[in-house]
């Protein structure tokens, strides 16, 4: 028998539950003294789990209570959002996704997870990697962006970065693949309402993350607070019972969302807290994050038979075996045990500027208006965002560091010495006051350049911030215009930098602007990052991960779309098409210019005919015939023309980047394994068929940039 198995043994039902329980320490508080129910609670042995106690000091003090004054001296599992960063802020996720970089998403994960385990903290629930197709849904921001295969990398790299090579060390952190599952298709992208979609969409879109994550050995899930078909996801059996434990053989912690097993009562579910319990614990559910139900519901439900106390110890034993492979039983302070020294700090600042430059994505650059010229000299940067240090931060950066994270007008005075840069806000980001707009015209006139610092505030985005009108809140457009005007008058360049948490309707900005530069929130470092690339000391490099559509109702959009019967044909009225709007979105899928110019030739593929066990080699040689140094993206998609199922037009199935300096030609080299070829047949099975594959290659998800060749796949 175990410790831990003999460890339950000892565990009255009160104490069991206590492990199934985490509530919120309100970290803002600020000591260790939570309310004092809590403390009490731990001390008497009936909470075992804590979420929102920051800082080693406190959370040694709490632990200290569990291992030294309660009965068993179980220690705790405090968990905190940790989204990109804790306390050094990184770019948003979505913004991270855009640099298609593994290295870089398991980095800062790492980094992350070792500045929380320096507060002492032992999980985290990130990463998150709700797919989302609808930018509505203020989520997006938290997320992958649109595509699976993308999700999958990111689930792997982060899972990788948090947890390090072993969950035991006093620098890894436990990670929570959330939100299980679907949650981004939420009904007219309306946080937490419905989710209606097929069994295919479901598994091939949403469930592969998740799938990823649990191969790379994650150590816990979350079900997301929607619920799908009807069924709320924390009661979901079929998804957390049949599919997670059964075919992916998850045996690691699932933790209930905030206060969700309650929910259960709203979503019309569960007549009280007892049912609700109920159906949680049988769907798997082991911890009840704030809502009360287990240790309120179960008692009375074991009474009942409603439940068994092997359920309930089921749950229990899966809290302790991720508190033992937390080494919290060993040495329950060896998280936070030293301070960290000053230039591991600074290290992971350098690491914050150098992400964020690599997340920005530049969508237009008319006639080389970046980089500045480097003797410019007089620079207006105008609009609410150019000097507003808490939104660089995101909707998200609970713990993040208090200090002003860089501006663009505070990088851009750093990066440019000898030149006057000046500022006027204009409008404030929300709002209705147009007084500022004059000064800012008038800062136009005179300038070398325009940096016209526009967008979302940093918590228009992010949890139950979804929007109908995503475009430029306020009077900004009313700004934007008045600057362009007279831009145009005087002969003045102007640079957009966008601040935002998910694509904007923004086509007549692209339109008249001479440079776009969609920023996200880059976080702690974002003015440095914006700088370097403004001025070309970094090329930039980021590519969106997430369509850019030009009008509302093209939402949801996405790149990986199915053919139709009826292929948009503008010279046929009966095609797939509007009436008063292109198909084509603003920026496709993988879309983002550099400060090279590349152009792709002699595409092959090897072997031409292939069979599930070959790797398929695809290379193709990219020439950067542009004036500067830049590193390339090249993306590799599919298209299977003929399958039992339709396929989409384009699936993602690889990326890699190459760097080329100007004139130079360098080979890049793409792996696809034939295996990856495979898809969902009509009994939703993975089915290989035999036959013609075409091989797409280049810059991002339009067709018509794209290098094709093909392989024949044997049986
Ligand atoms: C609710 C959010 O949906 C989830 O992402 C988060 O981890 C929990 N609150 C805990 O803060």
């Not at 970094?538 to 053919?563: C, D, E, H, K, M």
């Not at 993975?686 to 024949?712: F, K």
């Amino acid at each position: 028998m175990s410790a831990i198995d003999k460890l339950l043994g000892r565990m009255t039902l009160a104490e069991k539950l206590g492990q199934l329980t985490m509530t919120s320490a309100s970290y803002a508080v600020t000591g260790p003294v939570i309310a004092g129910d809590s403390t009490d609670s731990i001390r008497d042995g009936t909470l075992g789990n804590l979420l929102n106690l920051v800082g080693a000091k406190h959370v040694h003090e709490m632990q200290r209570i569990a291992v030294e004054e309660s009965r068993l001296r179980i220690p705790l599992l405090i968990g905190f959002d940790v989204i990109h960063g804790h306390r050094t802020i990184f770019p948003v996720p979505l913004a991270e996704a855009a640099t298609f970089d593994p290295r870089v998403w398991e980095l800062t994960a790492r980094e992350a997870a070792r500045e929380t385990a320096a507060d002492g903290l032992a999980m985290t629930f990130a990463p998150m990697l709700d797919v989302s197709r609808d930018l509505r849904w203020g989520r997006t921001v938290e997320g992958p962006g649109e595509d699976p295969w993308l999700a999958e990398q990111i689930a792997r790299a982060k899972v990788r970065g948090f947890q390090g090579a072993d969950l035991a060390q006093h620098d890894s952190v436990a990670a929570t693949a959330k939100h299980f599952c679907a949650y981004g298709p939420v009904a007219g992208g309306r946080d937490y309402a419905s989710v209606d979609i097929s069994e295919r969409t479901l598994r091939e879109v949403h469930l592969p993350a998740f799938a990823a994550a649990v191969r790379a050995g994650v150590a816990a899930i979350m079900p997301a607070f929607t619920e799908l078909g009807g069924i709320p996801l924390t009661m979901h059996r079929p998804l957390l019972r049949d599919y997670l434990r059964g075919e992916l053989k998850f045996d690691g912690v699932i933790v209930s969302d905030y206060n969700a097993i309650r929910e259960l009562i709203q979503h019309g579910v569960a007549g009280d807290i007892v049912e609700a319990a109920v159906l949680a614990l049988r769907a798997g559910v082991d911890i009840d994050m704030m809502a009360e139900a287990y240790r309120k519901g179960l008692p009375v439900a074991l009474e009942r038979g409603l439940v068994t106390m092997d359920e309930i110890d089921e749950c229990v034993l899966r809290v302790l075996r991720l508190k033992e492979r937390l080494g919290l039983f060993d040495d329950p302070y060896r998280r936070g045990a030293s301070a960290e020294t000053p230039d591991v700090v600074a290290a992971r600042r350098r690491l914050a500027r150098d992400v964020a430059a690599k997340s920005l994505v530049l969508a237009k650059n008319s006639a080389g208006t970046l980089p500045l010229d480097a003797k410019v000299r007089r620079v207006s940067v105008i609009g609410p965002l150019a000097d507003a240090w808490r939104e660089m931060r995101g909707p998200w950066a609970a713990a993040g560091y208090e200090e002003p994270s860089v501006t663009t007008l505070a990088g851009l005075n750093e990066a440019l010495p000898h030149a006057a840069v000046s500022h006027a806000e204009g409008v404030p980001i929300v709002g209705t006051n147009v007084s500022g707009i004059a000064a800012a015209v008038e800062a136009v006139s005179g300038a070398d350049v325009v940096v016209l610092c526009l967008g979302e505030a940093a918590e228009m985005s992010g949890e139950a911030a979804s929007r109908a009108f995503p475009e430029l809140p306020g009077e900004q457009r009313k700004l934007a215009e008045a600057v362009l005007d007279r831009a145009r008058r005087d002969d003045v360049r102007v640079v957009a930098v966008l601040f935002c948490g998910r694509p904007l309707i923004v086509p007549w900005l692209a339109e008249r602007v001479d440079a776009l530069l969609i920023a996200w929130f880059p976080g702690t470092e974002a003015g440095n990052a914006i700088a370097d690339v403004l001025t070309g000391r970094v090329s930039p490099s980021g590519r969106t991960p997430i369509t850019w559509p030009r009008a509302l109702g093209q939402i949801p959009i996405f790149y990986s779309q199915r053919n139709s019967g009826r292929p948009e044909n503008p010279s046929d009225h009966f095609t797939s098409k509007y009436l008063d709007s292109p198909n084509a979105p603003l920026f496709p899928f993988g879309f983002g210019l550099t400060y090279g110019r590349f152009a792709y030739a002699n595409m092959t593929v090897s072997p031409e005919t292939a069979t599930l066990e070959d790797v398929i080699e695809v290379s193709v040689d990219v020439t950067n015939e542009g004036g500067r140094a830049a590193e390339e993206t090249v993306f590799l998609f599919t298209r299977d023309r003929v399958a039992c199922v339709a396929r989409p037009t384009l699936e993602l199935k690889g990326v890699t980047k190459i760097s080329l300096l100007p004139g130079e030609t360098g080979t890049a080299r793409l792996r696809l394994p034939a295996s990856d070829l495979r898809f969902l047949g009509l009994d939703l099975e993975p089915v290989h068929e035999p036959g013609e594959i075409e091989i797409h290659v280049g810059p991002c998800a339009d067709l018509g940039q794209l290098v094709s060749s093909r392989v024949m796949v044997r049986a």
